[in-house]
């Protein structure tokens, strides 16, 4: 199994950027898929963003394509999320998640392994 935290989250004004880390530890990082999802007060938990292990076929959320963009570093058994332009909608708990199996997974059902969350707050 894989454990995952996330790192990177704070509080910033609409416009800004923020970068989230997620740090993989046990099994190899390489081994799995990987995505981000989402946690607003009082919704559900929404996909943002995911990547497949060698990191050449992305998916994202329609809101946030052009805005966010995934990656990862498998040297480093990281993955990221680059966000730009945040806007105050996107204020949330910021996950990150972890499959085996084929392709992106868009769905929370998904996944099997989870971090703990990191706040992202953007002010208007």
């Known amino acids: 199994q894989v454990q995952l935290v996330e790192s990177g989250g704070g509080l910033v004004q609409a416009g800004g950027s923020l970068r989230l880390s997620c740090a993989a530890s046990g099994r190899t990082f390489l081994d799995y898929n990987m995505g981000w999802f989402r946690q607003a007060p009082g919704k559900e938990r929404e996909f943002v963003a995911g990547i497949i292990r060698r990191g050449e076929n992305t998916d994202y959320t329609d809101s946030v394509k052009g805005r966010f963009a995934i990656s990862r570093d498998n040297a480093k058994n990281t993955g990221y999320l680059q966000m730009t332009s945040l806007k105050p909608e996107d204020t949330a708990l910021y996950y990150c998640?972890?499959?085996?199996?084929?392709?992106?997974?868009?769905?929370?059902?998904?996944?099997?392994?989870w971090g703990q969350g990191t706040q992202v707050t953007v002010s208007s």
């Open positions: 998640a972890a499959r085996l199996g084929l392709g992106v997974g868009r769905t929370a059902n998904a996944y099997t392994y």
